[in-house]
């Protein structure tokens, strides 16, 4: 095999090696439902568990810390979305207080810029998320650990560019190569099965971002009202909603969310929608399970969601499902390289 194949294999484990962890699987942050005893199951199962801030007031954010590390000495990390809130600050605080406990954090939803160098001062990793190709580049320029890419696919809030996962990965790994910047590169937004892994490995990423398919698990903190749509939600079950104010957020269609994309059809102002996509409507159906009364974050892949399971089996049934579909890649190969089966007939 030519070596610069095998210098991309090796590449391939990246993701690996800069998060300490056995399975390139990365757990999203999750707003209202990303608690510390689904990020503790994920990563002692060898995945990448996040703690997520989105919903929780800084003292709920740090109990969920606290709680993750008592449940799991692997590493794990927390979410940040920049620009949900007015002032992180007391939630900075909390991330540094707890440094020596956690190794990465991802910043999503703004400019990270300024934030980087402050985390990595503090000994962690940084995961950006990235919707485009320019956004990919200023956030590697910045000194990011690890590229998040993200199509909108995936559930809750996405770039407005509206690319999808296969055409942004692939775009985002080369721009990024041509750049000479060795940071891995996950893929994320629909992803909610072991094919998808192993295909978003062969675009050139070295892992994956997942989560729709964590919510609908046993540790996840959501109610099983949720899980349970989840699992009975198809291929058309997501719309998007917030496009009339530039804005895209996938959520699942419930009849909350088609009366506000009703609503938008009249091209509202932010006062008259604020009251319906505000997170205490997320609240109200994720965490209360009233789940025709609020809106619910769900990505396109949730058609392939069949059950309710622990989390730690979904991690490892991501990563043997995707070690299965790569075992056709040879045969594949062959097949392209020689046309074999055309010139057979
Ligand atoms: C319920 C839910 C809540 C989310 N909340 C956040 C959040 O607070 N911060 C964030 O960066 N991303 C958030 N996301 C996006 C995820 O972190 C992840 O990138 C996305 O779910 C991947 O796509 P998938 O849902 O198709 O797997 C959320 C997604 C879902 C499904």
Redesign the pocket.
């Given at each position: 095999m030519p070596d610069v194949v095998n210098e991309e294999l090796k590449a391939g484990f990246r993701l690996c090696r800069v998060l300490g962890i056995r399975y390139p699987i990365i757990e999203?942050?999750?707003?209202?439902?990303?608690n510390g005893r689904l990020a503790a199951a994920i990563s002692e199962a060898g995945g990448f568990g996040q703690v997520?801030?989105?919903?929780r007031s800084p003292e709920q954010f740090a109990g969920e810390i606290d709680l993750a590390a008592s449940l799991t000495s692997r590493p794990f990390g927390v979410?940040i979305?920049i620009s949900?809130r007015k002032d992180n600050t007391p939630y900075f605080d909390v991330i540094m207080k707890h440094r020596h406990r956690l190794a990465a954090v991802?910043l999503?939803?703004g400019n990270p810029r300024p934030l980087i160098p402050r985390f990595k001062e503090a000994g962690l990793r940084v995961l950006v998320?990235t919707s485009t190709v320019g956004q990919a580049r200023k956030a590697a320029e910045a000194g990011a650990d690890v590229i998040?890419c993200?199509g909108f696919?995936?559930?809750?809030?996405n770039g407005p560019a509206e690319l999808t996962t296969m055409a942004l990965v692939p775009q985002v790994v080369r721009a990024l190569r041509s750049d000479g910047h060795d940071v891995p590169v996950a893929a994320?937004?629909?992803?909610?099965s072991g094919e998808q892994v192993a295909a978003a490995l062969m675009l050139g990423a070295d892992g994956v971002?997942?989560?729709?398919?964590f919510?609908a698990t046993e540790e996840c903190e959501?109610h099983p009202a949720y899980k349970r749509r989840l699992v009975e939600s198809g291929d058309e079950s997501t719309v998007v909603i917030e496009r009339s104010q530039g804005r895209v957020t996938r959520v699942l269609r419930n009849p909350f969310s088609e009366k506000i994309l009703e609503l938008e059809k009249h091209r509202p102002s932010m006062e008259e929608l604020l009251p319906f996509i505000v997170g205490r409507n997320n609240r109200v159906a994720?965490i209360e399970g009233k789940i025709d009364e609020g809106y619910?974050?769900?990505?396109?892949?949730t058609g392939l969601i069949r059950e309710v399971r622990p989390a730690g089996e979904v991690v490892r049934e991501l990563a043997a499902e995707a070690a299965r579909a790569l075992q056709r890649g040879p045969v594949l190969a062959e097949w392209i390289r020689t046309g074999a089966d055309v010139y057979r007939i």
């Open positions: 999203g942050g999750l707003a209202h439902v990303g997520g801030s989105a919903g979410n979305p949900e991802s999503s939803a998320l998040i993200e696919e995936a559930g809750g809030h994320a937004g629909g992803i909610a971002q997942v989560g729709t398919l919510v959501a994720a619910m974050n769900a990505g396109q892949g």
